[in-house]
Each structure stands twice: as structure tokens, then as C-alpha cells.
């Protein structure tokens, strides 16, 4: 019996000593929690202060260092002051609010006569918060104060200059919206030791930096995400505790919407338009060089409001090069009108089947049709053919005196002279007429291939532009 009963005392006696090992405990931090003022003053609270929590900056502010010290932790973005494509470099001004609590740190506010006082940062332990993607220093200037709170919380506000690293999309430059991360995390502290947590919704973080935003700049702040990421149970020793924000912001087109894309669309309706000029009597080629020229030195000038990154090229690049290309195939097609027009004196007569296909066929379909030229000639001709040469019959010829005939037979060799003449210029010109009806007809076809191409072309960079927006909002 006596052996039955044995083990009851030895549980009696753990159960004390775990009883006794509470209370000296509570009394412990009872004894630490409690901060004694002599009177409401602040030199008394400060000195009472300097005996508990001074000079203690080396370790986390708990009993156990088993306890992770939890941070609260928001932000206001006050302003977007850049954002550097070609560097991929997101430029931005925080203002950074933490919050902790110093375990055991108390005092009555009636007896010590405040309930916060303001101290210095280096008297305190701080919590090493940093931002991921900083690639730069802090450029700002030094605060030196935070606030401690009767109940132990320290409120601490940090301005921040961030430089951070973007990955940046500008296909559908200069619609594009992008997504910017800013990841909380401690530089040395595992999730073990200090955990993070949001200081409000980030709903509200997003109203009010659309509030205290100062800068209207070419970006603008459009949404704003967050999320904290679980740390799996097998990685808890190494992991750190991180808080994640999504910044959304999309570019102001109209800057480059009036600098850029309008006047490339006049410059393409005015190449467009130069079709009509005549290529015989106007040098048609002279004008779409001369724009050919204006539109490269507007590209020249233009060049450094393009981002360009080694990603990828945006589609206001291809957009600009269509521009290009077709007013350079559109003086090409000048080119070869104008030859065609002007050296026809010198070309043989057409061959049958171009004269059937060209001006039959295709005049017809771009509303040229082939003009009859050869009406007058073939009056000429009927007229001509009329006149026969005189033949002065050999019987006459006794009675008719001999310089009479001589001179008959002159007129007569003069007038078929004449006459073969005027048939080779008629032939000629009517040579020359097809010539320069075809290269008519080949100028309105061509004009209108490149009216359709040019629609055709413009409408899906828009769609496509489109398209690519689309999915980058429904991404974001």
C-alpha cells in the first residue's frame, strides 16, 4: 500500500515546485511591469525609465527569447517620383509606421502625469524591418524619435526614399499599368524570433496614399494588394517573416499620345494623301522624300521619351516603323510611276496581254477606264486615205507642157512624205498614251493596296494594343 502510494507525494512536490517557479515569475514581471514615478512629472518617468528599459538595445524586449516579438507594420505612399524603364528602377517616397510592445514595461499615467512620452531611437531596441528590393541607400533625412506608450507599445514612424527593383512590362507602352512588389521582411530575425503583421487593411493603406499623394506625375497610383506568406512548418527554422504589397500604377497616356502618336498619324494621312498629286507634272517623289526626312528627324527627336529595356520592344516601336515603311515603299511606288510615265517615249509599243489585263481589265476594277484615244486617229486616217496620187495619164501628158507635171509629181511626193510622217507621230503618241495609261492605272491600284494594307495594319496594332491591356488588368 505504502508503495501504491508513493508516487502521489513526488506529483504533489512537482506540482508545488511548478506552482512556486508561476509565482515567483508573475512576481518578477509584476515587479518589472510596474515602472514607480516620484511624481507626475517627466525628469521622473525618464529616470524611472533609464533604470528599466535604457541600455537594452542588444536583445529582443521579452522574458523568454522562446516568444517572438511581434511587429505591426503600414505604410503611406506620398509619392511616385520616377520610374526608370531602361534601369528597371521603381522610385518612390514611404512613410513607414511600426508598432511592438516591450514585455513587462508599464506605468500608472496619473502617477508618472502622461500616458506616452517621446525618446530617443538608440536608447531602444529596434526591430531590423527592411525592404527586399531596395537597391539603393535611404536618402532622407535622419528622425531620431519614437513614442513609448504606458502600456509597453512602441510607436515608431520612419520616412523612406525607396529605390527599388521592378520588373517592368511595356509591350503596350504607353498604356501599360505596372506591378511593383515591396516585401517587408527582417534583415537577421527568423519567423522564430519576430513576426509581422498588417497594422490595418490594406484597403485602407490604399486610400489614404491616393489622399496623401503629392506628386501628378506621368504615374499614377491605381490599386494596391497585399499578402503575408505562410512559412511550411519544415522550413520555420530558417524562414523569415514577410509582409507583401502590390503597387499597382499605370502611366498618363496623353503626354505621349499627343507628342508621339498624333503627329505620326498626320504625317502617314499626309503621305497618304500625296497619291493625288499628278506624277507627270508635279515631282511627286521630291514631296514624300521631304516627309520622309521630317518623319526621321521627328523620330530622332522624340528617341528618349521611348523606354527601352533588353526585355522587350513595345509596340509603339512596331507601330513607328510601319509608319516608316510605308512611306518609304510609297516613294518607291513614286519611283517606279514616274519612270514609267516619263520614259514612255522611249518604250516599244505594249504587248497584247498587259494592254488586255492592265487596261481592260484592272482599269476597270480601280474605276479607270481606258479613254479612246484612237477616235481622231482613225478619222485622220479615213480622211487621209481619200487622197490618192495624181497619175497623169500619158496622153495628156502630150498636150500638158513638161514643167507643169514636174511640179504635180513634187506636190504629190511632198504630200506622201507628209503624211507617212504623221502617221509615225500618231503611232507614236498613241504608244506614249498607253504607257502613261498604265502607269495611271498601276498608281490607282497600288493606292489602293496601300490604302488597305494601311487600315488593315492600323486596326490590328489597335486591337492587338488592346488586347494586351486587357490582359494586363486582368493579370492585375
Not at 453 to 463: A, K, R
Request: aromatic residues 12%; proline residues 5%; contains cysteine.
Amino acid at each position: 500500500m505504502a508503495g501504491i502510494l508513493h508516487p502521489i507525494p513526488q506529483a504533489v512536490q512537482a506540482f508545488q515546485f511548478m506552482i512556486f517557479c508561476l509565482i515567483t515569475q508573475s512576481l518578477l514581471i509584476e515587479s518589472a511591469e510596474t515602472v514607480n514615478c516620484s511624481e507626475p512629472t517627466t525628469d521622473s518617468l525618464l529616470s524611472a525609465l533609464k533604470e528599466s528599459i535604457f541600455d537594452r538595445t542588444e536583445i529582443r524586449p521579452v522574458f523568454n527569447l522562446s516568444t517572438p516579438t511581434n511587429i505591426n507594420l503600414s505604410f503611406i505612399l506620398y509619392g511616385i517620383l520616377d520610374v526608370d524603364e531602361k534601369a528597371q528602377k521603381l522610385n518612390t517616397f514611404l512613410w513607414v509606421d511600426m508598432s511592438w510592445y516591450i514585455e513587462g514595461l508599464s506605468w500608472d499615467p496619473v502617477e508618472c502625469g502622461t500616458d506616452r512620452i517621446s525618446l530617443p531611437r538608440e536608447e531602444l531596441w529596434m526591430p531590423d524591418v527592411v525592404i527586399n528590393q531596395f537597391i539603393d541607400e535611404n536618402r532622407v533625412p535622419d528622425t531620431y524619435y519614437l513614442y513609448v506608450y504606458n502600456n509597453g507599445k512602441i510607436y515608431d514612424s520612419l520616412p523612406f526614399h525607396v529605390i527599388s527593383s521592378c520588373s517592368l512590362d511595356i509591350y503596350t507602352f504607353p498604356f501599360d499599368i505596372q506591378n511593383c512588389t515591396f516585401t517587408f521582411n527582417s534583415y537577421q530575425h527568423t519567423v522564430l524570433d519576430l513576426q509581422l503583421f498588417f497594422a490595418e487593411p490594406v484597403e485602407s493603406t490604399f486610400q489614404k496614399s491616393i489622399s496623401a499623394m503629392t506628386t501628378k506625375g506621368e504615374w499614377e497610383l491605381v490599386d494596391m494588394r497585399a499578402e503575408k506568406p505562410s512559412v511550411p512548418p519544415e522550413e520555420v527554422n530558417g524562414a523569415f517573416d514577410a509582409l507583401i504589397y502590390y503597387i499597382v500604377l499605370r502611366r498618363r497616356a496623353s503626354l505621349y499620345i499627343v507628342n508621339l502618336l498624333i503627329p505620326s498619324c498626320f504625317l502617314i494621312a499626309v503621305d497618304l494623301f500625296s497619291f493625288l498629286l499628278p506624277p507627270q507634272n508635279t515631282d511627286r517623289s521630291a514631296f514624300k522624300m521631304t516627309l520622309i526626312l521630317g518623319y526621321t528627324v521627328f523620330l530622332l527627336l522624340m528617341n528618349d521619351l521611348l523606354p527601352v529595356t533588353g526585355n522587350t520592344l513595345p509596340l509603339i516601336n512596331a507601330f513607328f516603323s510601319l509608319c516608316l515603311a510605308l512611306m518609304v515603299a510609297s516613294l518607291l511606288e513614286t519611283i517606279f510611276i514616274t519612270n514609267i510615265v516619263c520614259g514612255s517615249s522611249r518604250y516599244p509599243a505594249l504587248p497584247q496581254w498587259v494592254k488586255v489585263l492592265f487596261l481592260d481589265y484592272i482599269a476597270r476594277l480601280v474605276c479607270l477606264s481606258k479613254s479612246d484615244q484612237n477616235g481622231d486617229l482613225e478619222e485622220y486616217r479615213n480622211e487621209t486615205s481619200r487622197f490618192v496620187p495624181v497619175k497623169i495619164p500619158k496622153t495628156e501628158a502630150v498636150h500638158t507642157t513638161p514643167p507643169s507635171i514636174q511640179k504635180l509629181k513634187k506636190i504629190s511626193q511632198e504630200l506622201l512624205s507628209i503624211r507617212q510622217q504623221v502617221d509615225e507621230h500618231l503611232n507614236s503618241n498613241q504608244t506614249e498614251d498607253e504607257w502613261v495609261h498604265l502607269g495611271q492605272v498601276i498608281d490607282r491600284l497600288l493606292f489602293i493596296m496601300y490604302v488597305i494594307f494601311l487600315v488593315v495594319s492600323f486596326i490590328t496594332i489597335i486591337v492587338y494594343w488592346m488586347y494586351w491591356y486587357n490582359i494586363n488588368v486582368a493579370l492585375i
